[in-house]
């Protein structure tokens, strides 16, 4: 074979193997979505009367009040409510972000988690706290990150691209 072919060959295995590192990057995807299905966070209010579930996207999926709690008033029942709910909310979202962070957080050298949380002191005017949400983190453990091997790089169409003329 003549040197230009040998090149040629040589120039498409390594798109092949670009490919592959692609397609691993993205076979988590399923296992991600599956992860933030599943996520949920639940925040009880400090004094017992209020528990709010909140699930992927923020939902919310459940609320429990004690049975003392309608003696509390419907001005301040409501305030424990709303209160309740942003922090359960707050901590889905964090734990999305977080699944989102271990799932291609290096590939692509982004931090959701620490967006998010500064989304949200901003939002609630909490700079420098964490919402109590934080401190009631789900019970399902959490999953190590994906960690790139030595020959993994972000740019696909190096020097060596069949693309190049």
């Given at each position: 074979?003549?040197?230009?072919m040998?090149?040629?060959?040589?120039q498409?295995?390594?798109f092949?193997?670009?490919?592959?590192?692609?397609?691993?990057?993205?076979?988590?995807?399923?296992?991600?979505?599956?992860?933030?299905?599943?996520?949920?966070?639940?925040?009880?209010?400090?004094?017992?009367?209020?528990?709010?579930?909140?699930?992927?996207?923020?939902?919310?999926?459940?609320?429990?009040?004690?049975?003392?709690?309608?003696?509390?008033?419907?001005?301040r029942?409501?305030?424990?409510?709303?209160?309740?709910?942003?922090q359960?909310?707050?901590?889905?979202?964090?734990?999305?972000?977080?699944?989102?962070?271990?799932?291609?957080?290096?590939?692509?050298?982004?931090?959701?988690?620490?967006?998010?949380?500064?989304?949200?002191?901003?939002?609630?005017?909490?700079v420098?706290?964490?919402?109590?949400?934080?401190?009631?983190?789900?019970?399902?453990?959490?999953?190590?990150?994906?960690?790139?091997?030595?020959g993994?790089?972000?740019?696909?169409?190096?020097q060596?691209?069949i693309?190049?003329?």
């Amino acid at each position: 074979m003549s040197a230009h072919m040998d090149q040629l060959i040589a120039q498409f295995e390594n798109f092949q193997a670009k490919v592959r590192q692609a397609e691993a990057r993205f076979a988590g995807v399923a296992d991600m979505q599956e992860r933030i299905a599943q996520v949920e966070t639940s925040v009880t209010s400090p004094d017992g009367n209020v528990t709010v579930v909140a699930g992927a996207g923020g939902a919310v999926t459940n609320l429990r009040l004690a049975p003392g709690a309608a003696r509390l008033g419907s001005d301040r029942l409501a305030e424990l409510i709303m209160t309740t709910m942003r922090q359960a909310v707050a901590g889905a979202v964090q734990q999305q972000a977080g699944i989102v962070d271990d799932a291609f957080g290096d590939a692509f050298g982004i931090n959701t988690s620490e967006q998010v949380r500064q989304a949200q002191a901003e939002a609630f005017g909490t700079v420098g706290q964490e919402p109590a949400s934080q401190q009631q983190a789900p019970q399902q453990a959490p999953r190590p990150g994906r960690r790139p091997s030595p020959g993994d790089d972000d740019d696909y169409f190096d020097q060596d691209s069949i693309l190049r003329s």
